[in-house]
């Protein structure tokens, strides 16, 4: 009997603790320190997830290199550093705006938040334009994703991610038109984190042999 | 949600010259590796160009990401991160270097 009445209370206790939390307090707790982190904890989740797979990408194509290092060092020699470096050096550079747009924000002044979101997209699209004269250049030359096995990583793993760069550039729009600090905080740690892969997949792709 | 604090003009710009400077650096590092040379000239461009960009991506983390206000179990999930990356690509050099000795 005693049994059945602990069965009936324990529903009851659940609804009562429900009703009593604060309206608007379901976001402070539960993020394993993660709130400590600028921007909204869930992009923290997506950086890690991405850091994973490129961490990956990368150790998969040292170990590939181990099996066909005369052939990945011929291949290798079709890319320009110099190219790699300039597009290391303009990602550098679009992650000091968007640093400068977050501390735009932090004062509240919107105007030269979004000039400084704008140079780092900017930056970006320059990037980008790099890249797609790298890859021209590839195709130019006969150079295609089926040519060899690291030319198949390279244009996977680098295709990927100007795919980000493509993505940051849509998010970094977005909160150039709504610039709560919030907004401003996760675009831009978005955007840090394709700087941040970029400063690992150059050396171990284009300077590495 | 916490508010952070940016890091400060100087700082962002000192880690953005120090990243540059580096970059040139690994590229300089590239243009001294010899295929075939002598073992350590083989394997000291790798370590050097793996340093560098770990050094890199360590101030992009802790002063444009802003893990400078990170638990530490989290910078010590990022800076694992970087080791295992690093102790990868300077151990597939190493494994090649000794295939090919």
């Not at chain 1, 009593?20 to 600028?38: I, Q, V």
């Not at chain 2, 530490?72 to 151990?91: E, K």
């Amino acid at each position: 009997m005693k049994g059945d009445k602990n069965t009936v209370d324990c529903p009851v206790r659940d609804v009562a603790v429900d009703i009593a939390a604060p309206e608007g307090d379901e976001d402070t707790g539960g993020w394993g320190g993660l709130e400590f982190l600028p921007g909204h904890p869930l992009i923290w989740v997506l950086i890690l997830s991405e850091l994973v797979v490129f961490g990956a990408f990368l150790l998969v194509f040292s170990a590939v290199r181990i099996m066909d290092p005369a052939g990945f060092a011929a291949d290798q020699l079709h890319l320009s550093p110099l190219a790699g470096g300039i597009n290391t050096i303009i990602l550098l550079t679009s992650g000091l705006c968007a640093v400068f747009a977050m501390r735009a924000v932090e004062h509240g002044k919107l105007l030269s938040c979004r000039v400084w979101l704008g140079a780092t997209a900017l930056l970006g699209l320059v990037f980008l334009i790099v890249k797609l004269l790298e890859y021209g250049a590839k195709i130019d030359a006969g150079i295609t994703i089926d040519t060899s096995t690291f030319f198949t990583l390279y244009f996977l793993i680098t295709g990927f991610h100007a795919l980000h760069v493509v993505l940051g550039l849509g998010i970094l729009c977005v909160v150039g038109i709504w610039p709560s600090r919030i907004n401003i905080e996760t675009g831009t740690a978005f955007w840090h984190m394709v700087d941040l892969i970029w400063v690992l997949v150059f050396p171990v792709i284009y300077l590495v042999r | 949600m916490m508010e952070h604090k940016t890091v400060s003009a100087r700082t962002a710009t000192w880690v953005w010259g120090v990243a540059s400077t580096a970059t040139i650096l690994a590229l300089a590092a590239t243009f001294e590796q010899v295929p075939g040379g002598a073992l350590i000239a083989r394997f000291l461009p790798v370590v050097i160009i793996m340093a560098v960009a770990s050094t890199k991506a360590w101030l992009i983390l802790r002063f444009y990401l802003g893990l400078r206000n990170a638990q530490g179990s989290w910078t010590g999930l990022f800076a694992a991160f970087l080791i295992v990356i690093v102790v990868g690509v300077v151990f597939a050099q190493a494994a090649i270097i000794l295939i090919d000795q």
